[in-house]
Protein backbone atom coordinates (compact mmCIF):
# COMPACT_ATOMS: atom_id res chain seq x y z
CA UNK A 1 0.00 0.00 0.00
CA UNK A 2 1.30 3.16 -1.01
CA UNK A 3 2.23 6.06 1.69
CA UNK A 4 -0.22 8.78 1.22
CA UNK A 5 1.99 12.27 0.45
CA UNK A 6 1.73 15.08 2.92
CA UNK A 7 -0.10 18.00 2.46
CA UNK A 8 3.39 20.43 1.70
CA UNK A 9 3.69 17.86 -0.99
CA UNK A 10 3.99 20.40 -4.33
CA UNK A 11 1.37 17.97 -6.15
CA UNK A 12 -0.56 18.11 -3.15
CA UNK A 13 -0.71 21.69 -2.71
CA UNK A 14 -1.20 22.38 -6.91
CA UNK A 15 -4.73 19.81 -6.07
CA UNK A 16 -5.73 22.08 -2.98
CA UNK A 17 -4.33 25.69 -3.89
CA UNK A 18 -7.72 26.60 -5.81
CA UNK A 19 -9.82 26.16 -2.77
CA UNK A 20 -7.15 27.73 -0.23
CA UNK A 21 -7.54 31.08 -2.61
CA UNK A 22 -11.37 30.95 -2.78
CA UNK A 23 -11.08 30.73 1.30
CA UNK A 24 -9.06 33.35 1.24
CA UNK A 25 -11.55 35.21 -0.92
CA UNK A 26 -14.34 34.21 0.90
CA UNK A 27 -13.03 35.35 4.17
CA UNK A 28 -12.41 38.87 2.76
CA UNK A 29 -15.95 39.50 1.62
CA UNK A 30 -17.21 38.19 4.46
CA UNK A 31 -15.00 41.35 6.45
CA UNK A 32 -16.16 43.64 3.82
CA UNK A 33 -19.90 42.96 4.74
CA UNK A 34 -19.31 42.91 8.28
CA UNK A 35 -17.68 46.52 7.74
CA UNK A 36 -20.82 47.56 5.69
CA UNK A 37 -23.03 46.56 8.73
CA UNK A 38 -20.87 49.00 11.11
CA UNK A 39 -19.43 46.22 13.04
CA UNK A 40 -15.53 46.50 14.34
CA UNK A 41 -13.22 43.61 14.01
CA UNK A 42 -12.24 42.28 17.58
CA UNK A 43 -9.22 40.18 18.39
CA UNK A 44 -9.51 37.30 21.12
CA UNK A 45 -6.39 36.26 23.19
CA UNK A 46 -6.93 32.32 22.70
CA UNK A 47 -5.48 31.45 26.13
CA UNK A 48 -8.38 31.92 28.74
CA UNK A 49 -8.52 30.78 32.47
CA UNK A 50 -11.71 29.09 31.64
CA UNK A 51 -12.06 27.31 28.12
CA UNK A 52 -16.00 27.17 28.37
CA UNK A 53 -17.95 25.19 30.70
CA UNK A 54 -20.40 22.98 28.06
CA UNK A 55 -20.43 19.34 29.34
CA UNK A 56 -18.97 17.84 26.12
CA UNK A 57 -16.76 20.25 25.34
CA UNK A 58 -12.96 18.98 25.79
CA UNK A 59 -10.39 21.67 25.67
CA UNK A 60 -6.88 21.70 25.42
CA UNK A 61 -4.70 22.33 28.75
CA UNK A 62 -1.26 24.32 29.13
CA UNK A 63 0.19 27.14 31.94
CA UNK A 64 1.71 30.35 31.82
CA UNK A 65 4.70 29.96 34.32
CA UNK A 66 5.33 33.96 35.58
CA UNK A 67 9.14 35.24 36.01
CA UNK A 68 8.86 33.84 39.99
CA UNK A 69 8.06 30.53 38.28
CA UNK A 70 4.92 30.65 40.05
CA UNK A 71 2.14 28.52 37.10
CA UNK A 72 -1.35 29.37 36.49
CA UNK A 73 -3.36 26.54 34.78
CA UNK A 74 -4.93 27.70 31.09
CA UNK A 75 -6.48 26.81 28.34
CA UNK A 76 -7.24 27.30 24.77
CA UNK A 77 -10.32 28.54 24.14
CA UNK A 78 -12.92 26.79 22.82
CA UNK A 79 -15.35 29.49 21.39
CA UNK A 80 -14.11 33.75 21.67
CA UNK A 81 -17.24 33.96 23.32
CA UNK A 82 -16.34 34.70 27.07
CA UNK A 83 -14.03 37.77 25.45
CA UNK A 84 -16.49 38.61 23.22
CA UNK A 85 -19.13 39.31 26.26
CA UNK A 86 -16.70 41.30 28.37
CA UNK A 87 -16.47 43.52 25.06
CA UNK A 88 -20.30 44.20 24.89
CA UNK A 89 -19.47 44.70 28.73
CA UNK A 90 -17.28 47.26 27.83
CA UNK A 91 -19.18 49.31 25.38
CA UNK A 92 -19.39 47.71 22.01
CA UNK A 93 -22.10 47.39 20.22
CA UNK A 94 -21.59 45.47 17.37
CA UNK A 95 -18.55 43.23 17.07
CA UNK A 96 -17.10 40.14 15.56
CA UNK A 97 -14.22 37.57 15.75
CA UNK A 98 -12.87 35.59 12.75
CA UNK A 99 -10.19 33.66 13.87
CA UNK A 100 -8.92 30.09 15.52
CA UNK A 101 -10.47 28.50 18.22
CA UNK A 102 -9.26 24.67 19.95
CA UNK A 103 -11.79 21.46 20.76
CA UNK A 104 -10.34 18.36 21.98
CA UNK A 105 -11.27 14.88 21.09
CA UNK A 106 -12.91 15.73 17.62
CA UNK A 107 -11.59 15.23 14.03
CA UNK A 108 -12.84 13.83 11.68
CA UNK A 109 -14.43 15.00 8.09
CA UNK A 110 -16.21 17.39 9.72
CA UNK A 111 -14.03 18.20 12.95
CA UNK A 112 -10.80 19.49 13.20
CA UNK A 113 -8.18 19.90 16.77
CA UNK A 114 -7.58 23.44 15.46
CA UNK A 115 -10.51 25.60 13.32
CA UNK A 116 -11.47 28.87 12.83
CA UNK A 117 -14.71 30.08 13.99
CA UNK A 118 -16.52 33.08 12.44
CA UNK A 119 -18.44 34.77 16.14
CA UNK A 120 -20.63 37.94 15.82
CA UNK A 121 -22.75 39.89 18.51
CA UNK A 122 -25.29 42.78 17.87
CA UNK A 123 -26.00 44.46 21.05
CA UNK A 124 -30.21 45.19 21.87
CA UNK A 125 -30.61 43.71 18.42
CA UNK A 126 -32.91 40.64 18.21
CA UNK A 127 -31.99 36.97 17.53
CA UNK A 128 -33.90 37.08 14.69
CA UNK A 129 -31.64 39.42 13.00
CA UNK A 130 -28.97 36.98 13.09
CA UNK A 131 -31.29 34.62 11.11
CA UNK A 132 -30.87 36.98 8.35
CA UNK A 133 -27.11 37.81 8.85
CA UNK A 134 -26.26 34.11 8.57
CA UNK A 135 -28.58 33.76 5.41
CA UNK A 136 -26.41 36.83 3.38
CA UNK A 137 -23.52 34.83 4.48
CA UNK A 138 -24.65 31.73 3.08
CA UNK A 139 -25.32 33.87 -0.19
CA UNK A 140 -21.75 35.46 -0.39
CA UNK A 141 -19.29 32.12 0.22
CA UNK A 142 -21.69 30.72 -2.39
CA UNK A 143 -21.41 34.00 -5.06
CA UNK A 144 -17.39 33.85 -4.21
CA UNK A 145 -17.46 30.31 -5.39
CA UNK A 146 -19.53 30.79 -8.17
CA UNK A 147 -22.37 27.95 -6.83
CA UNK A 148 -25.14 27.76 -7.27
CA UNK A 149 -25.70 24.66 -5.35
CA UNK A 150 -23.95 23.51 -2.39
CA UNK A 151 -23.34 19.66 -2.05
CA UNK A 152 -22.50 16.87 0.39
CA UNK A 153 -22.87 13.63 0.80
CA UNK A 154 -25.65 13.06 -1.87
CA UNK A 155 -27.55 16.18 -0.34
CA UNK A 156 -27.89 19.13 -1.76
CA UNK A 157 -29.05 22.61 -0.92
CA UNK A 158 -29.59 26.35 -2.86
CA UNK A 159 -27.61 28.46 -0.64
CA UNK A 160 -29.47 31.58 -2.26
CA UNK A 161 -32.65 30.41 -0.84
CA UNK A 162 -34.68 31.65 1.82
CA UNK A 163 -33.91 29.30 5.02
CA UNK A 164 -37.12 26.92 6.26
CA UNK A 165 -37.44 27.56 9.93
CA UNK A 166 -38.24 24.99 11.93
CA UNK A 167 -38.45 24.35 16.19
CA UNK A 168 -37.18 21.73 17.46
CA UNK A 169 -40.36 20.58 18.59
CA UNK A 170 -41.28 20.43 14.66
CA UNK A 171 -38.87 18.75 14.01
CA UNK A 172 -38.96 15.66 16.42
CA UNK A 173 -43.18 15.46 15.20
CA UNK A 174 -41.82 15.19 11.91
CA UNK A 175 -39.27 13.15 11.68
CA UNK A 176 -39.31 11.03 14.71
CA UNK A 177 -43.39 11.46 15.58
CA UNK A 178 -42.26 12.42 18.74
CA UNK A 179 -43.71 14.94 21.56
CA UNK A 180 -40.85 16.86 22.75
CA UNK A 181 -42.06 19.47 25.05
CA UNK A 182 -44.26 16.78 26.45
CA UNK A 183 -40.88 15.74 28.20
CA UNK A 184 -40.72 19.17 29.54
CA UNK A 185 -41.87 21.34 32.39
CA UNK A 186 -43.09 25.05 32.20
CA UNK A 187 -39.46 26.32 33.64
CA UNK A 188 -37.64 23.90 31.52
CA UNK A 189 -37.69 21.27 34.21
CA UNK A 190 -36.98 17.74 32.50
CA UNK A 191 -39.56 14.52 32.64
CA UNK A 192 -36.72 11.84 31.21
CA UNK A 193 -39.10 8.93 31.73
CA UNK A 194 -41.73 10.87 29.80
CA UNK A 195 -39.35 10.89 26.66
CA UNK A 196 -37.85 7.74 26.99
CA UNK A 197 -41.06 5.80 26.95
CA UNK A 198 -41.49 8.44 23.08
CA UNK A 199 -38.12 7.26 22.13
CA UNK A 200 -38.85 3.78 23.05
CA UNK A 201 -42.26 3.91 21.15
CA UNK A 202 -40.38 5.33 17.89
CA UNK A 203 -38.40 1.91 17.76
CA UNK A 204 -35.02 3.68 18.98
CA UNK A 205 -32.25 1.69 21.52
CA UNK A 206 -32.62 3.42 24.88
CA UNK A 207 -30.49 1.96 27.85
CA UNK A 208 -31.71 2.38 31.54
CA UNK A 209 -29.20 4.75 32.60
CA UNK A 210 -30.53 7.49 29.52
CA UNK A 211 -30.81 10.97 30.83
CA UNK A 212 -33.23 12.96 29.18
CA UNK A 213 -30.29 14.82 27.20
CA UNK A 214 -29.10 11.21 26.20
CA UNK A 215 -32.31 10.77 24.52
CA UNK A 216 -32.22 14.27 23.29
CA UNK A 217 -29.21 14.14 21.67
CA UNK A 218 -29.67 10.73 20.54
CA UNK A 219 -32.66 11.57 18.34
CA UNK A 220 -30.97 14.58 16.89
CA UNK A 221 -28.06 12.77 15.76
CA UNK A 222 -30.08 9.61 14.29
CA UNK A 223 -33.21 10.89 13.06
CA UNK A 224 -32.92 15.07 12.87
CA UNK A 225 -29.95 16.33 12.00
CA UNK A 226 -29.66 14.22 8.77
CA UNK A 227 -32.45 15.46 7.55
CA UNK A 228 -32.06 19.02 8.07
CA UNK A 229 -30.46 21.58 5.24
CA UNK A 230 -31.89 19.48 2.10
CA UNK A 231 -33.08 21.73 -1.12
CA UNK A 232 -32.22 24.60 1.10
CA UNK A 233 -30.57 25.66 4.50
CA UNK A 234 -32.84 24.83 7.72
CA UNK A 235 -32.87 27.28 10.76
CA UNK A 236 -34.00 24.56 13.54
CA UNK A 237 -34.71 27.23 16.62
CA UNK A 238 -36.87 27.25 19.98
CA UNK A 239 -34.32 25.00 22.31
CA UNK A 240 -35.69 23.17 25.34
CA UNK A 241 -33.44 25.04 27.83
CA UNK A 242 -31.30 22.44 28.95
CA UNK A 243 -30.58 22.16 25.82
CA UNK A 244 -29.19 26.03 25.49
CA UNK A 245 -26.98 26.90 28.77
CA UNK A 246 -26.44 30.28 27.37
CA UNK A 247 -29.62 31.65 25.95
CA UNK A 248 -32.56 33.45 27.54
CA UNK A 249 -35.84 31.64 27.62
CA UNK A 250 -38.46 32.84 24.72
CA UNK A 251 -40.71 35.29 26.10
CA UNK A 252 -44.18 33.27 27.02
CA UNK A 253 -42.96 30.01 27.12
CA UNK A 254 -40.55 29.32 29.68
CA UNK A 255 -39.98 25.45 28.11
CA UNK A 256 -37.68 26.64 25.51
CA UNK A 257 -35.10 29.21 24.70
CA UNK A 258 -33.93 31.36 22.22
CA UNK A 259 -31.28 29.47 20.71
CA UNK A 260 -31.05 28.59 16.88
CA UNK A 261 -28.79 26.47 14.78
CA UNK A 262 -28.19 26.52 11.15
CA UNK A 263 -27.79 23.30 8.89
CA UNK A 264 -27.31 22.87 5.06
CA UNK A 265 -26.68 19.63 3.54
CA UNK A 266 -27.25 17.77 6.75
CA UNK A 267 -24.17 19.95 7.89
CA UNK A 268 -23.96 21.72 11.05
CA UNK A 269 -22.59 25.22 10.36
CA UNK A 270 -23.71 27.86 12.90
CA UNK A 271 -25.11 27.99 16.59
CA UNK A 272 -27.00 31.31 17.69
CA UNK A 273 -28.27 32.55 21.11
CA UNK A 274 -30.63 35.67 22.21
CA UNK A 275 -28.08 35.87 24.98
CA UNK A 276 -28.75 35.25 28.39
CA UNK A 277 -27.20 37.77 31.19
CA UNK A 278 -28.70 36.61 34.22
CA UNK A 279 -25.36 35.88 36.04
CA UNK A 280 -27.15 33.87 38.75
CA UNK A 281 -28.68 31.90 36.26
CA UNK A 282 -25.73 31.35 34.33
CA UNK A 283 -23.73 30.46 36.96
CA UNK A 284 -26.37 27.41 38.14
CA UNK A 285 -26.27 26.67 34.66
CA UNK A 286 -22.55 26.16 34.50
CA UNK A 287 -22.17 24.50 37.63
CA UNK A 288 -24.86 22.07 36.70
CA UNK A 289 -23.18 21.25 33.55
CA UNK A 290 -19.35 20.83 35.16
CA UNK A 291 -21.35 18.38 37.91
CA UNK A 292 -22.22 16.53 34.47
CA UNK A 293 -19.24 16.48 32.72
CA UNK A 294 -17.37 15.43 35.81
CA UNK A 295 -20.00 12.71 36.53
CA UNK A 296 -19.21 11.65 32.47
CA UNK A 297 -15.54 12.23 32.03
CA UNK A 298 -14.08 12.76 35.36
CA UNK A 299 -13.02 16.25 34.67
CA UNK A 300 -14.47 19.69 34.92
CA UNK A 301 -13.00 23.23 33.85
CA UNK A 302 -13.30 26.53 36.34
CA UNK A 303 -15.66 29.28 36.10
CA UNK A 304 -14.53 32.33 34.60
CA UNK A 305 -15.76 34.74 37.61
CA UNK A 306 -14.69 37.63 35.42
CA UNK A 307 -17.20 36.85 33.08
CA UNK A 308 -19.93 36.29 35.52
CA UNK A 309 -19.07 39.78 36.76
CA UNK A 310 -18.85 40.94 33.44
CA UNK A 311 -22.42 39.47 32.30
CA UNK A 312 -24.63 41.41 34.92
CA UNK A 313 -23.08 44.73 33.25
CA UNK A 314 -23.79 43.40 29.39
CA UNK A 315 -26.62 44.93 27.73
CA UNK A 316 -29.43 42.60 25.67
CA UNK A 317 -27.84 41.25 22.72
CA UNK A 318 -27.54 38.13 20.32
CA UNK A 319 -24.83 36.32 19.36
CA UNK A 320 -23.94 33.43 16.38
CA UNK A 321 -20.71 31.01 16.12
CA UNK A 322 -20.17 29.79 12.63
CA UNK A 323 -18.10 27.21 11.57
CA UNK A 324 -16.08 28.85 9.18
CA UNK A 325 -14.59 25.97 7.44
CA UNK A 326 -17.17 24.41 7.37
CA UNK A 327 -18.61 26.69 5.56
CA UNK A 328 -15.67 27.18 3.14
CA UNK A 329 -16.25 23.19 2.17
CA UNK A 330 -19.62 23.27 1.30
CA UNK A 331 -18.92 26.23 -0.99
CA UNK A 332 -15.27 24.57 -2.52
CA UNK A 333 -17.60 21.44 -2.98
CA UNK A 334 -14.85 19.81 -0.67
CA UNK A 335 -14.97 16.18 1.00
CA UNK A 336 -14.00 17.15 3.90
CA UNK A 337 -12.51 20.42 6.38
CA UNK A 338 -8.66 19.44 6.07
CA UNK A 339 -9.30 20.06 1.86
CA UNK A 340 -9.87 23.93 3.01
CA UNK A 341 -7.03 24.42 5.54
CA UNK A 342 -3.78 26.12 4.42
CA UNK A 343 -2.32 23.71 7.33
CA UNK A 344 -3.87 20.91 8.88
CA UNK A 345 -2.81 19.77 11.60
CA UNK A 346 -0.01 16.53 11.95
CA UNK A 347 -1.65 13.23 13.29
CA UNK A 348 1.85 11.89 12.80
CA UNK A 349 4.11 11.46 15.98
CA UNK A 350 7.15 13.78 15.39
CA UNK A 351 10.55 11.83 15.64
Not at 119 to 135: I, P, V
Not at 223 to 241: D, F, V
Request: proline share 6%; with cysteine.
Amino acid sequence: MTEASPWWAPHVHADRRPRLILRNRIRAAFRDWFEAEDFVEVECAGLQVSPGNETHLAAFATEAIGPDGARQPLYLHTSPEFSCKKLLAAGERRIFSLGPVWRNRERGALHHPEFTMLEWYRAEESYERLMRDAADLLAIAAEKAGATRFQFRGREADPFADPERLTVAEAFARHAGIDLLASVGPGGETDRDALHAAVAAAGMRTAPDDRWTDLFSRVMVEKIEPRLGEGRATILCEYPIPEAALARPKPGDGRVAERFELYCCGVELANAFGELTDAAEQRRRFSADMDEKERIYGERYPLDEDFLAALGRMPEASGIALGFDRLVMLAAGARRLEDVLWTPVAEAPIS
